[in-house]
């Protein structure tokens, strides 16, 4: 009988010490602060911009795709780039014709700085250090997070750089 106990015992304090560190991964998680959840690679999902008529649409031409980098110290880079690019007939990036060059410039992005991040409101600064698009040098852009679980981070951009306001969804990379 006593070996009964005995199995009973150290089956239930397997279990208790089981369920005490899988609570303590899981406080872990809930006490990352924001940046500490954002910090990696992500993959962009889609991007949708509603203009001031109420229109919605795609930017950079559709069938966007971008990355999103952040690492610990809060540096930060972003790429966009849809289908409005095209090809260069020169194969020179410094000969490209007016259309080619309006390509370059209606479909895509790029990005850097840092970011700083107001965990109460999730609202995340990107502090613009360089920008493709050169009105943005210098300056402070605001993103709202508006879901961030696990791999999962979606953020509304009050102010794209093609006016109006977007939704865009990001994927964690692997």
């Known amino acids: 009988?006593?070996?009964?106990?005995r199995m009973a015992l150290a089956a239930f304090l397997g279990f208790a010490l089981t369920v005490g560190m899988a609570s303590h991964v899981i406080a872990q998680q809930q006490t990352k602060s924001v940046m500490q959840q954002?910090?990696?690679?992500?993959?962009?999902?889609?991007?949708?911009?509603?203009?001031?008529?109420?229109?919605?649409?795609?930017?950079?031409?559709?069938?966007?795709?971008?990355?999103?980098?952040?690492?610990?110290?809060?540096?930060?880079?972003?790429?966009?780039?849809?289908?409005?690019?095209?090809?260069?007939?020169?194969?020179?990036?410094?000969?490209?014709?007016?259309?080619?060059?309006?390509?370059?410039?209606m479909g895509s992005i790029a990005y850097y700085g840092t970011l700083s991040i107001e965990d109460a409101t999730n609202t995340v600064t990107l502090h613009v250090v360089r920008n493709s698009f050169s009105n943005w040098d210098g300056t402070d852009q605001k993103r709202i997070i508006t879901k961030l679980a696990g791999d999962d981070l979606t953020w509304s951009d009050p102010a794209t750089s093609m006016g109006g306001a977007s939704v865009n969804v990001w994927k964690r990379a692997n």
Request: net charge positive; no cysteine.
């Open 38 to 105: 954002l910090v990696g690679t992500w993959q962009l999902v889609y991007a949708i911009t509603t203009l001031s008529d109420g229109t919605k649409r795609e930017g950079f031409g559709g069938n966007t795709q971008g990355i999103f980098m952040l690492d610990g110290k809060g540096n930060f880079s972003i790429q966009l780039m849809g289908d409005a690019r095209r090809k260069f007939a020169s194969n020179s990036r410094l000969q490209g014709t007016p259309d080619e060059n309006k390509g370059v410039a």
């Open 1 to 5: 009988m006593r070996a009964i106990y």
